[in-house]
């Protein structure tokens, strides 16, 4: 228990005391337990004992931890502090990986990285009101991203919180979380805990995955039971997530479509990403010969340098494709909703062929044409069964007009990626990066900022499916350390966070705990000086710098060093690619402060358009 615990409790209450019975129950004194809940035995819920001589016991901190681990589930990310303290360190004490955060923002967003990565719910653990309103924003974004985690937070006491009668911590979350995620349930019994467990598994991972949210009010940890009747109210949960085989007559509708194309497309989405179908969808995209797009977070599912990727090749394939097949990817504003410009508007209808696990993904922007609702890999399985061994390669015109652009494109980056300016600008730092990344395709990229994003997104070349991960739909700022934390703790190979300088200052103190964890993550920061840019200039001639600016010339390394990391100020491509090198290889907590040209890049990046302007001068 911490200071600020003990001293601001009225009196040395429920807390103190299961801070003294966890120390017990790690010591296995079983017998002790009845007795060190005095308050618990008024409370106990009628199925449960207050049999002092029962030889085994469980409560409801254990129930919590024996439902996640008979689940599979064998890491938190969280946050301690009334009334969960305890249940980390028990936690920890049963033999989980307990990774604590300094945010729970960032812990959220680890569960969700871990959640996208495992295809099992990445649990987020928070206090009561503030600790569960921090941790919010990450169940939100991971339920926008179709990413399963499972936020679980302590919270007051119901009674008091319902008459609104202002106890520590007071508000009603469930009511507040549930708008918010895909599903919300608040478990009152420990006798519940294994129904309240699995509901919130089942509804992270199945159909559509998101955010589920778990609140277990204070006095439900204390509860007690017998431990027999405990483990019998636990549930193992069976096929959480169900293969959903799409209608054979769906999957014949979208073959005969496909069949008649002239210029078909595949675009690989996310969801693509998340299905772990990799085999299938790559024997799909070779079968067909079919030119394929991957949405940022679906690049290496086959390498970038796959002579069909289409990506240098973006803004013909868009226009000019008569037939497209989104595989777990929305027509939402990252693809201009299907229509305008980008898709070729004047060029002819396209026809779309869409497989998603959500019916009422359908249609969401434009018509359907095909769709194909199944799970990614019943689907594209089915799809390959219905090909056969004679379907006939997308048309060389089509193939070969694309070719010819891609390699144009290529060698005109490559010119600009060989430059080596002073200062660095974007593409000269990323041209190293993409160079280490090559000699290290297991590494993962975490990747955000805006200039930083979408350069790093089309130069930095990706080899392996699940290896990048970055802003998602939301195009939010503040993902990166979580990210990275959770992607060294779940696969332990090797992190290259790429940040801008405004993205990395969202989840910055999270250094401190990926050196607390050793983690072989390695964090480098395009500083220019802002968002965006770092030239803005105040008009009014105050003393304040602009809105956009930060302080000038910082040195993020510091940071790093200040917890015992390796900290790097590179100011050249050289400089860069050498630290990079030492950090992957070492696997040391590093960050490079990477000095770039604070003129560089554009203001919003690429997504300028959606940016209001005034019409109206002063
Ligand atoms: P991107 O941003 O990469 O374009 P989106 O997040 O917009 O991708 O789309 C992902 C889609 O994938 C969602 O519509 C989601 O329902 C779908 N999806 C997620 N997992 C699966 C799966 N296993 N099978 C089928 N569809 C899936
Ligand atoms: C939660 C708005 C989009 S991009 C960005 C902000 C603040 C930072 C851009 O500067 P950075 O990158 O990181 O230095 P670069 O490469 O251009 O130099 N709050 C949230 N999410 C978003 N998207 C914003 C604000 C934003």
């Given at each position: 228990?911490?200071?600020?615990?003990?001293?601001?409790?009225?009196?040395?209450?429920r807390?103190?005391e299961r801070?003294?019975e966890a120390?017990r129950l790690?010591?296995g004194d079983c017998q002790q337990r009845c007795a060190t809940f005095p308050e618990v035995k008024s409370e106990t819920h009628p199925n449960m004992t207050n049999d002092t001589q029962s030889p085994e016991m469980t409560d409801g901190f254990h129930l919590v931890i024996d439902a996640?681990?008979?689940?599979?589930?064998?890491?938190?990310?969280?946050?301690?502090?009334?009334?969960?303290?305890?249940?980390?360190?028990m936690?920890?004490?049963?033999?989980?990986?307990?990774?604590?955060?300094?945010?729970?923002?960032?812990?959220?967003?680890?569960?969700?990285?871990?959640?996208?990565?495992?295809?099992?719910?990445?649990?987020?653990?928070?206090?009561?009101?503030?600790?569960?309103?921090?941790?919010?924003?990450?169940?939100?974004?991971?339920?926008?991203?179709?990413?399963?985690?499972?936020?679980?937070?302590?919270?007051?006491?119901?009674?008091?919180?319902?008459?609104?009668?202002?106890?520590?911590?007071?508000?009603?979350?469930?009511?507040?979380?549930?708008?918010?995620?895909?599903?919300?349930?608040?478990v009152l019994h420990a006798e519940d805990i294994g129904v309240g467990?699995?509901?919130?598994?089942?509804?992270?991972?199945?159909?559509?995955?998101?955010?589920?949210?778990?609140?277990l009010p204070?006095k439900l940890f204390a509860q007690t039971m017998t431990a027999e009747a405990g483990k019998k109210s636990l549930i193992?949960?069976?096929?959480?997530?169900?293969?959903?085989?799409?209608?054979?007559?769906?999957?014949?509708?979208?073959?005969?479509?496909?069949?008649?194309?002239?210029?078909?497309?595949?675009?690989?989405?996310?969801?693509?990403?998340?299905?772990?179908?990799?085999?299938?969808?790559?024997?799909?995209?070779?079968?067909?010969?079919?030119?394929?797009?991957?949405?940022?977070?679906?690049?290496?599912?086959?390498?970038?340098?796959?002579?069909?990727?289409?990506?240098?090749?973006?803004?013909?394939?868009?226009?000019?494709?008569?037939?497209?097949?989104?595989?777990?990817?929305?027509?939402?504003?990252?693809?201009?909703?299907?229509?305008?410009?980008?898709?070729?508007?004047?060029?002819?209808?396209?026809?779309?062929?869409?497989?998603?696990?959500?019916?009422?993904?359908?249609?969401?922007?434009?018509?359907?044409?095909?769709?194909?609702?199944?799970?990614?890999?019943?689907?594209?399985?089915?799809?390959?069964?219905?090909?056969?061994?004679?379907?006939?390669?997308?048309?060389?015109?089509?193939?070969?007009?694309?070719?010819?652009?891609?390699?144009?494109?290529?060698?005109?980056?490559?010119?600009?990626?060989?430059?080596?300016?002073?200062?660095?600008?974007?593409?000269?730092?990323?041209?190293?990066?993409?160079?280490?990344?090559?000699?290290?395709?297991?590494?993962?990229?975490?990747?955000?900022?805006?200039?930083?994003?979408?350069?790093?997104?089309?130069?930095?070349?990706?080899?392996?499916?699940?290896?990048?991960?970055?802003?998602?739909?939301?195009?939010?700022?503040?993902?990166?350390?979580?990210?990275?934390?959770?992607?060294?703790?779940?696969?332990?190979?090797?992190?290259?966070?790429?940040?801008?300088?405004?993205?990395?200052?969202?989840?910055?103190?999270?250094?401190?705990?990926?050196?607390?964890?050793?983690?072989?993550?390695?964090?480098?920061?395009?500083?220019?000086?802002?968002?965006?840019?770092?030239?803005?200039?105040?008009?009014?001639?105050?003393?304040?710098?602009?809105?956009?600016?930060?302080?000038?010339?910082?040195?993020?390394?510091?940071?790093?060093?200040?917890?015992?990391?390796?900290?790097?100020?590179?100011?050249?491509?050289?400089?860069?690619?050498?630290?990079?090198?030492?950090?992957?290889?070492?696997?040391?907590?590093?960050?490079?402060?990477?000095?770039?040209?604070?003129?560089?890049?554009?203001?919003?990046?690429?997504?300028?358009?959606?940016?209001?302007?005034?019409?109206?001068?002063?």
């Open positions: 228990m911490n200071s600020y615990d003990t001293a601001t409790m009225q009196s040395p209450t807390a103190q801070g003294l120390h790690m010591l996640l681990k008979l689940n599979d589930i064998d890491t938190i990310f969280g946050l301690p502090g009334i009334p969960v303290t305890d249940l980390c360190r936690a920890q004490a049963e033999g989980m990986r307990v990774i604590s955060f300094r945010h729970e923002q960032h812990a959220g967003n680890a569960a969700a990285a871990a959640g996208f990565l495992t295809q099992k719910p990445g649990i987020c653990l928070t206090v009561s009101a503030p600790g569960f309103l921090n941790g919010l924003t990450a169940l939100s974004n991971a339920t926008v991203n179709c990413f399963p985690m499972i936020l679980i937070s302590g919270s007051s006491e119901r009674e008091i919180v319902d008459l609104q009668q202002g106890d520590y911590e007071e508000m009603d979350q469930l009511a507040i979380a549930k708008p918010l995620c895909k599903a919300a349930f608040r467990i699995a509901r919130a598994i089942r509804a992270a991972v199945s159909g559509r995955p998101g955010g589920v949210y778990l609140d204070a193992k949960v069976i096929d959480p997530a169900p293969r959903q085989i799409p209608a054979s007559d769906a999957v014949k509708r979208a073959l005969d479509l496909l069949k008649g194309a002239k210029r078909p497309l595949i675009l690989l989405g996310k969801g693509a990403a998340y299905a772990q179908a990799d085999a299938d969808i790559r024997a799909l995209v070779e079968k067909t010969g079919i030119p394929y797009l991957p949405m940022s977070m679906a690049k290496g599912l086959l390498p970038d340098t796959h002579a069909q990727s289409a990506a240098a090749a973006r803004s013909y394939v868009l226009a000019e494709a008569d037939v497209v097949v989104l595989v777990g990817a929305r027509l939402n504003w990252l693809l201009s909703h299907g229509k305008g410009k980008t898709w070729g508007q004047d060029k002819g209808a396209k026809q779309f062929i869409q497989i998603d696990i959500s019916p009422t993904e359908i249609d969401s922007n434009v018509a359907i044409a095909a769709p194909l609702i199944g799970d990614i890999g019943s689907c594209v399985a089915a799809l390959l069964a219905g090909m056969g061994d004679g379907w006939t390669k997308a048309p060389a015109d089509w193939t070969g007009a694309i070719a010819e652009r891609r390699e144009k494109n290529l060698a005109k980056m490559a010119v600009t990626l060989a430059l080596r300016p002073s200062p660095m600008n974007f593409h000269s730092a990323l041209s190293v990066i993409r160079d280490q990344v090559k000699a290290r395709p297991d590494a993962i990229v975490v990747n955000e900022g805006a200039n930083t994003l979408d350069f790093a997104r089309s130069i930095v070349d990706m080899y392996q499916p699940r290896k990048r991960l970055d802003v998602g739909t939301w195009g939010i700022m503040g993902i990166g350390m979580g990210f990275a934390v959770a992607a060294a703790v779940v696969t332990g190979k090797p992190v290259i966070a790429i940040e801008g300088d405004s993205a990395f200052g969202f989840s910055g103190m999270e250094v401190e705990t990926i050196c607390r964890y050793n983690l072989p993550i390695c964090v480098v920061v395009f500083n220019n000086n802002g968002v965006y840019r770092g030239t803005d200039k105040n008009p009014s001639g105050s003393k304040d710098v602009a809105p956009t600016v930060f302080v000038k010339n910082a040195r993020y390394d510091k940071l790093m060093e200040a917890f015992g990391g390796v900290g790097v100020n590179a100011t050249t491509a050289d400089e860069l690619a050498k630290a990079l090198a030492e950090a992957v290889a070492s696997g040391k907590p590093t960050l490079i402060n990477a000095v770039i040209d604070e003129t560089a890049g554009t203001e919003s990046g690429r997504i300028a358009s959606l940016n209001p302007q005034s019409a109206v001068k002063k």
